[in-house]
């Protein structure tokens, strides 16, 4: 019969194993083998007690004898990994995952194979997971184009308006116009197994929906107003918009991009009415929406706040922007009114 005799340094090894909250359910049971066996019990006693075959309590019990701890951990069946092969793939992913080009998992074992790296697709996908690499939609972007010093010295200037706005110097808003038609883009949507969403077509020459709205999302004065039209907006629109909007307590900075209308002679005529009601204006450098805080506005109302991706009657596409509109507005004053504190 196999029995164990534990040392005291031995047996308090074994336990303070046996408190490890990390230790998995086998591993535990064979904690309980090695000192169920030093207290006296048998192998047979011992499978019965844990539910085991007797065979396997003396193979843990003599792998015990001759390892010591090691024989209680799980061991991975087949080789080692192979860190230096696993390093290799790793890197080769990396390098080409970096490049400015769009890759499916057949595309990368092709360029893996030809780098000398033979796997399989579902070899590839499980590398991509352990690097934490994600199947995403990809997006545009103009960063090619900008100019880094004009965007650090724009960053400063929104900082400093920012910063303004909150100590109630001035108020911060941003500008820009938003098109819709009759077909949104393609978003992504929950479906039954089998099944796929498909959005009917509409052609949109001639049938766009387009907005001209003002964020201004903190401050003493925050806002958030627009107008429609069927048609393009013109420089008298925009003069219009402006002047009419009710009066700003403090200066109102406008930032908007280098639109032709936005730069156009009509509007740099009007920049003395503008600032008769304190009206001025900041112009990003080219190239750069993502420093204008309206865009993601705008991609919240056209990718998620319109459910209906198509519609056929113009009449039905402005009542629906008007709606996605006036919610989002609803949203911010709702959101607002929770953090404002009531007037002593």
């Not at 030093?38 to 047979?44: D, E, H, M, Y």
Request: charged share 25%.
């Amino acid at each position: 019969m196999i029995r164990l005799t534990l040392s005291e340094s031995e047996r308090h090894a074994v336990q303070a194993l046996r408190r490890d909250a990390t230790l998995h359910p086998a591993e535990r049971d064979r904690v309980e083998m090695v000192l169920l066996s030093a207290a006296g019990w048998s192998p047979p006693a011992i499978a019965a007690h844990l539910g085991y075959c007797a065979v396997t309590v003396r193979t843990v019990l003599k792998t015990y004898r001759t390892t010591g701890l090691a024989a209680l951990h799980r061991q991975r069946p087949g080789p080692p990994p192979n860190a230096a092969r696993r390093q290799q793939v790793t890197t080769a992913l990396e390098r080409l995952l970096a490049q400015p080009r769009t890759w499916t998992t057949r595309q990368l074992t092709v360029a893996l194979r030809e780098a000398g790296i033979v796997l399989s697709p579902r070899q590839v996908r499980r590398y991509l997971r352990s690097r934490g690499a994600r199947w995403r939609r990809t997006v545009r972007s103009l960063k090619h184009k900008q100019d880094p010093v004009r965007v650090e010295q724009a960053t400063r200037v929104l900082t400093m308006l920012a910063e303004r706005t909150a100590r109630g110097l001035l108020q911060r808003a941003f500008l820009d116009e938003c098109g819709f038609s009759p077909s949104l883009p393609g978003t992504w949507s929950w479906v039954l197994p089998g099944t796929r969403k498909r959005v009917p077509y509409e052609n949109p020459q001639g049938r766009r929906w387009n907005t001209l709205a003002l964020y201004a999302p903190e401050g003493l004065a925050p806002a958030f107003d627009w107008i429609g039209s069927p048609r393009s907006f013109t420089a008298e629109d925009l003069i219009h918009f402006l002047l009419e909007r009710p009066p700003c307590p403090v200066p109102l900075v406008i930032v908007l991009d280098n639109a032709s209308l936005h730069r156009s002679r009509a509007v740099q005529d009007a920049l003395p009415r503008l600032w008769a009601k304190r009206i001025y204006f900041y112009f990003l450098p080219p190239y750069s929406p993502e420093l204008n805080d309206i865009e993601p506005v705008f991609r919240g109302i056209k990718y998620y706040a319109l459910p209906e991706r198509t519609y056929t009657p113009l009449a039905a596409l402005e009542a629906a922007v008007d709606g996605a509109y006036t919610d989002f507005e609803l949203d911010r004053v709702a959101q607002r009114a929770t953090q404002l504190r009531p007037a002593a």
